[in-house]
């Protein structure tokens, strides 16, 4: 999985140990290097656009949001997207509530809508510091939420998933699903910042 | 919450274990992670609560506003009845 770049670089302990491990698995017949290939090229292809499109959705269609808050998996499916082994929990950003996700365990996160999490998704500053102190968190990410909003911190521990639906921006009356998802970025299902401004 | 630490595979966060809160969903029945880590099926399927905290009675320091809330997956028997 190396990027040749020209030049020699020792691998790191974790490089070694996934080659390690993937050439066991291949020569004791567990996996192929097709099914390798083909599980990295699934998750190269699971990017933020998939949980954009389920937000703009959500934002033209009230029927469709009312169904995506009760059974996120399952209004999905309605848009093809399929979420195996996972169930999603859709909370929705209201001028009363702002909701932001971590995951204080380890680093669970809606992959199937929102792709490979970032870096700081997993760093030990944010997943201790999110459910401690979530409004001085939000302001270095440049987000300053008002004293009057409720701030609800989803810790997702277990089986859940869940992402944020965020508030649609202003001045986007009449505006395509297409339009609107590309205002949608991955920062803001994860409740760390809000949509572009149109 | 019960204030117990065992050892082993626990998806309970240290941080609430002792705390009260009210349930805000049931989620459903799922094999219970602590079985399922020493390579048991964790069967029969335990019910997991998302259990809402006040984040004044989880931090007696919160620095936010009095209503902010923490939302946290629980399986039920890590629970206990206030």
Redesign the interface.
């Known amino acids: 999985m190396n990027e040749d770049q020209g030049s020699y670089r020792p691998l790191s302990y974790f490089q070694l140990m996934e080659v390690s491990l993937r050439e066991l698995l291949v020569e004791k017949g567990i996996v192929t290097e097709e099914q390798v290939s083909a599980t990295l090229e699934d998750m190269r292809k699971r990017t933020p656009e998939r949980g954009a499109k389920v937000v703009a959705r959500a934002w033209v269609d009230a029927s469709f949001k009312k169904r995506l808050l009760e059974n996120g998996t399952r209004a999905c499916e309605e848009l093809g997207l399929d979420v195996p082994a996972l ?1 999603l ?1 859709a909370v929705e950003n209201t001028r009363e509530v702002h909701n932001a996700i971590v995951c ?2 380890c680093s669970c996160y809606p992959r199937m809508l929102l792709g490979i999490p970032p870096e700081w998704y997993k760093s030990r500053n944010y997943r201790s510091r999110m ?6 968190v939000l302001a270095e990410f440049g987000l300053s939420i008002p ?14 998933r869940y992402i944020v639906l965020p508030m649609r921006p202003a001045g986007t009356e009449g505006w395509s699903e297409e339009r609107l998802a590309a205002l949608v970025t991955r920062d803001s299902m994860i409740g760390v910042a809000v949509p572009k401004a149109p | 919450m019960l204030k117990a630490y065992p050892l082993g595979h626990v998806r309970t966060p240290f941080y609430i274990r002792g705390c009260t809160g009210t349930i805000e969903r049931v989620c459903g029945a799922f094999p219970n992670p602590e079985e399922l880590a020493q390579m048991r099926d964790g069967l029969p399927p335990v019910p997991l609560y998302r259990v809402r905290f006040a984040q004044k009675d989880v931090w007696p320091d919160y620095a936010g506003s009095a209503a902010d809330v923490l939302e946290v997956e629980i399986f039920q028997h890590w629970l206990e009845k206030a």
Not at chain 1, 147 to 160: G, L, P, W
């Open positions: 169930k929990v204080t365990l459910v401690r102190e979530p409004r001085a004293e009057t909003t409720q701030i609800r911190v989803h810790d997702s521990t277990a089986d859940m």
